[in-house]
C-alpha cells in the first residue's frame, strides 16, 4: 500500500496514498493551497461535489483544489495524490505543463477524464514511478518526484483536451480559452461580462463566442453564470452567510437581482435551495 509523504525544507509538501474506508477522509479534508489528483479503482463510487451529486466508475479521474467541498456518499479504493505551491507551481511552470485553467482553476465543471486503454497503461507506469521513488533518500528526490508530478499532469491535461475537442483549434486558441477559465475564475465575483474577460485578452467578445463555438456547446457568458452559480451553491450550502451578503459578494447590486439570477440556474429561490440541502 502507498503511503508516501515528502516534506522539504521550504515548505514543498506531496502526498501520495492509496484511499480505502479508513482513510478516505483525507480527500474531504481540506487543506488551503493543495491541488488533488483522484483515480478511482472501482465502479460506483458516488459523491457530492460543491452540492452536485457524481457517480465515478473505474480508472475515471478527478482534479480539484482546496476550494472544492466534498462529500463521500460511498468510495471504493482509489489513489490519491495532492501537493502544493512550494512543491510544483502549475501557474509559474504553466509552459511546461498546460494544465492551468483546465485541470485546475479552470471553469466550473469538475474535471472528469475518461481515460482510454492506451492511456491507463501509462499512467500507471508513471504513478508506479512515482511510488517507487518514494524509497529513495537522496538530494535528488525533490526533482525527481517534480518530474514524474509533471508528466503526469501532462498526460492527465492531453486526455482531457482530447475528450473535450480542445483538437478542434490550433495551441494559440486553446491558450486563449485557457486563460479566458483561468481570468473567470480569479474575476467572477467582480466581471459578469465578456467583454470585460474579452477586454482583459486583448480579443473582441465575437472573437471569444466563435473559438468556445468549436469546442464547447457553452458560450463565454454561460461560463462565467456557471462560475458564479457554483460559489452561490458553495456558499448557501456550506455556510450561515445571510442571502443578502452572498448577493453582494457575488457582485449584485440587490438581493432580488440576485434571487432572479439563482432561481434562473437552480429552479428555486436561495432560500428554497438552503432548506433543501
Not at 514543498?12 to 491541488?35: C, M, Q, V, W
Not at 492551468?100 to 499512467?123: A, C, H, Q, R, T
Not at 480542445?166 to 494559440?172: E, F, G, H, L, S
Request: hydrophobic fraction near 35%; aromatic fraction near 12%.
Amino acid at each position: 500500500m502507498n503511503n508516501f509523504e515528502y516534506k522539504g525544507q521550504t515548505d514543498e509538501y506531496f502526498h501520495l496514498i492509496d484511499i480505502n474506508t479508513f482513510n478516505h477522509n483525507l480527500i474531504t479534508d481540506k487543506k488551503e493551497g493543495l491541488l488533488s489528483i483522484l483515480w478511482f479503482d472501482t465502479d460506483d463510487n458516488h459523491l457530492t461535489i460543491d452540492a452536485k451529486e457524481y457517480v465515478f466508475n473505474k480508472n475515471q479521474i478527478i482534479c480539484f483544489t482546496g476550494f472544492h467541498n466534498i462529500e463521500i456518499t460511498k468510495l471504493g479504493p482509489a489513489r490519491y495524490l495532492r501537493f502544493n505551491r512550494p512543491f510544483y507551481c502549475i501557474l509559474d511552470h504553466d509552459s511546461e505543463v498546460g494544465c492551468k485553467g483546465i485541470l485546475f482553476y479552470g471553469s466550473s465543471n469538475l474535471p472528469v477524464l475518461s481515460p482510454k486503454p492506451e492511456d491507463i497503461d501509462i499512467l500507471q507506469t508513471v504513478w508506479k514511478m512515482i511510488g517507487i521513488e518514494q524509497q529513495s533518500s537522496d538530494n535528488l528526490q525533490l526533482e525527481m518526484l517534480q518530474m514524474m508530478l509533471k508528466r503526469l499532469l501532462i498526460l492527465c491535461t492531453r486526455i482531457y483536451k482530447t475528450q473535450e475537442n480542445y483538437d478542434a483549434v490550433d495551441k494559440t486558441q486553446s491558450d486563449i480559452v485557457r486563460d479566458f477559465n483561468f481570468l473567470v475564475e480569479q474575476n467572477f465575483k467582480t466581471k459578469h461580462a465578456v467583454s470585460e474577460y474579452a477586454a482583459m485578452l486583448n480579443k473582441s467578445p465575437k472573437t471569444l463566442s466563435n473559438l468556445f463555438g468549436k469546442i464547447s456547446a457553452k458560450s463565454p457568458l454561460q461560463y462565467i453564470q456557471d462560475r458564479i452559480f457554483l460559489e452561490a451553491k458553495r456558499i448557501l450550502r456550506y455556510t450561515d452567510k445571510p442571502i443578502s451578503e452572498i448577493g453582494d459578494d457575488l457582485g449584485f447590486h440587490d438581493i432580488q437581482s440576485f434571487s432572479r439570477f439563482f432561481k434562473k440556474h437552480a429552479g428555486s429561490s436561495p432560500t428554497e435551495f438552503r432548506a433543501v440541502v
